[in-house]
């Protein structure tokens, strides 16, 4: 509402209405407004039995429901995002150990960085960029 106010003020100040609409409107066709998100975290052991959007906060009466939005806000769950987050980044790091000791076979083994770049692209189906990264690093 704040920034609906100040781009009034200010089409109205410099007289910036191209047209009768933008006057009765005091907004230009081609002002835009920000969208707000609102975040909100919990920091509760137990799962959070409250609302989880703003449509489940309001107390809509029964005639006003057929105004109610199909399809509301999209939800999302942080604290799952986060738990994802953390699981990707464990995986990663699984498959990485797993790249790690493949390469310090083939190393032993006595195989080129070229075969062994070879290999490891096959047995984790990496690209070249990737495994070339990899033996690079672990080599």
């Known amino acids: 509402m704040k920034e609906y106010k100040e781009l009034e003020a200010k089409n109205k100040k410099y007289k910036n209405y191209k ?3 933008e006057f009765l409107s005091k907004f230009q066709k081609t002002d835009r407004l920000h969208p707000i998100v609102t975040i909100c975290i919990y920091y509760g052991e137990d799962e959070w039995d409250g609302p989880r959007s703003l449509i489940d906060m309001l ?5 006003f429901e057929s ?5 509301e806000g999209v939800e999302l769950n942080m604290c799952k995002a986060l738990e994802e987050l953390e ?3 464990r995986e990663k790091g699984r498959i990485e150990g797993r790249v790690e000791g493949a ?4 190393k ?30 672990y080599y």
């Open 103 to 106: 390469i310090k076979i083939y």
């Open 59 to 63: 107390d809509i009466p029964e005639e």
């Open 67 to 71: 105004l109610k939005l199909e399809q």
């Open 87 to 89: 699981e990707r980044g």
């Open 19 to 21: 047209t009768k609409h």
């Open 108 to 137: 032993k083994m006595e195989a080129s960085r070229e075969d062994t770049i070879k290999n490891i692209m096959e047995d984790f189906s990496l690209d070249k960029e990737v495994a070339d990264k990899y033996v690079e690093e």
